[in-house]
């Protein structure tokens, strides 16, 4: 991605098109958060990697995620979600993730695994393929409480691979 580790740190304005490889703390824009911001970002790649590995962000400890997106594939076995791989706590506001996401134990077509914190105006839309007994695609699947989701929508988004999302307007 764009950046390996954030600590506290503001991400705005940018994208990231290319695919990214690696092993835990994975993301397509931004490896780790800690309480920092990310905003109004978008990727467009290939995410592959084993633990908390997401579209936009791998691992989002405390930060806060708005207006932003993330269509690529995300491949991994473990915490493993079309925007976040794994989230502690934090708000992700205004984003969504049209990406397939294909893994092996914990996963979400929106976060894979986490507490999650607050959630808000957020959507998933492409089916979760998983070797996980429990199965389903839901875009708060990997969540676990407390979470608070306000108008979550979690039917399929319009969005399609034929037809792109746009750009953010910076």
């Known amino acids: 991605g764009l950046v390996g580790c954030s600590c506290g740190g503001q991400i705005c304005k940018c994208d990231a098109t290319g ?20 905003s109004t970002c ?4 290939q995410v592959n990697g ?6 936009l962000v791998g691992c ?8 932003c997106y993330a269509t690529g594939q995300v491949n991994g076995t473990n915490n493993v979600g079309g925007l976040v ?10 984003c969504y993730a049209t990406g397939p996401v294909n893994e092996t134990i914990e996963y ?3 976060v894979g695994l986490g507490t999650c914190g607050t959630m808000n105006n957020v959507d998933a839309g492409w089916p979760v393929s ?3 007994p429990r199965g389903g695609s839901d875009g708060r699947r990997g969540c676990s409480p407390p979470h608070h989701h306000n108008t979550t929508r979690l039917a399929p988004h319009p969005l399609t ?4 999302a746009p750009s953010p307007t910076f």
């Open 19 to 38: 695919q990214v490889n690696g092993n835990s703390d994975v993301g397509g824009l931004v490896g780790c958060d800690s309480g920092g911001k990310v």
């Open 42 to 45: 978008y990727t467009t790649g």
């Open 50 to 55: 084993t633990s908390d590995v997401g579209g």
């Open 60 to 67: 989002n400890s405390g930060g806060t995620i708005s207006n």
């Open 85 to 94: 791989g794994y989230s502690s706590s934090g708000t992700i506001s205004n």
């Open 108 to 110: 979400g077509d929106l």
């Open 130 to 132: 998983s070797a996980d």
């Open 161 to 164: 691979a034929a037809s792109p």
